[in-house]
């Protein structure tokens, strides 16, 4: 079954330190790859998408990912966490074969620590 | 990015009442909308993926007839969530694709909380 695995549900790191939030999929071929974030009762905002090309992307609030074709991984990173981080972070694939659907892992709550 | 908008953003209501939630996408048109169900500390799960002017398309396990869904217009979707009961509170979320711009986006609604007493 395709799948999203978020390993870690909650990530504490200092404000002003780097940060982490893991994320690895089983899907066959070559999927399409996003991060969102969550912020209290709302709903999700887009971070960043990997698609082809260079497997460094960056996105939103200084947040980058990488994707690692032969791990199967899309981590996310940012060299230097700020208080405002502090939020829940899903990883999400999109299958080529699925059209539309998206399927999402079950969120790392980021805790950034002042 | 794109504006979708859900509302309300919170409901309470009786047992075996009704309640229909909107979605509407505010600066493009959308072809196709998604709903989501998301129970506390975990993921999302989709319902249904709403077309506009057919019918839309549920996942396994999600009753028609209990989530209805309308998709009337490019910008609105509604999901009425029928002869509601407790187990059907939960944070209801939509989202949808602008095919003119980044067609691999979604874009979410603020989410619909909804308590059924």
């Known amino acids: 079954a395709q799948s999203v695995a978020q390993p870690e549900d909650q990530v504490n790191v200092a404000e002003g330190n780097p940060l982490t939030v893991k994320c690895t999929y089983s899907?066959?071929?070559?999927?399409?790859l996003f991060w969102y974030v969550q912020y209290p009762n709302r709903g999700l905002q887009f971070l960043l998408k990997?698609?082809?090309?260079?497997?460094l992307v960056k996105g939103s609030y200084g947040f980058e990912a990488e994707f690692n074709k032969s791990q199967t991984s899309f981590h996310l990173k940012k060299p230097s966490a700020l208080v405002s981080d502090s939020a829940l972070y899903f990883c999400?694939?999109?299958?080529?074969?699925?059209?539309?659907?998206?399927?999402f892992g079950k969120g790392t709550r980021l805790h950034i620590l002042p | 990015g794109a504006v979708v908008s859900q509302h309300p953003s919170r409901v309470i209501c009786k047992s075996g009442t009704s309640v229909k939630i909107e979605c509407r996408s505010l600066?493009?048109?959308?072809?196709?909308m998604f709903w989501y169900r998301q129970f506390p500390k975990q993921s999302l799960m989709l319902m249904a993926t709403?077309?506009?002017?057919?019918?839309?398309?549920?996942e396994q396990g999600v009753e028609k007839d209990k989530f209805l869904i309308n998709h009337a217009s490019l910008t609105l979707s509604t999901l009425t969530v029928t002869s509601a009961h407790p187990e059907d509170s939960s944070f209801y979320i939509c989202?949808?694709?602008?095919?003119?711009?980044?067609?691999?986006?979604?874009?979410f609604g603020a989410g619909t909380r909804l308590s059924v007493l």
């Open positions: 989202s949808a694709r602008d095919l003119t711009r980044e067609t691999h986006i979604q874009y």
């Open positions: 899907v066959s071929g070559n999927p399409y």
């Open positions: 990997y698609i082809t090309g260079d497997n």
């Open positions: 999400a694939v999109r299958p080529l074969n699925r059209d539309d659907k998206i399927i």
């Open positions: 600066d493009f048109q959308a072809t196709t």
């Open positions: 709403s077309n506009e002017g057919s019918k839309a398309t549920y």
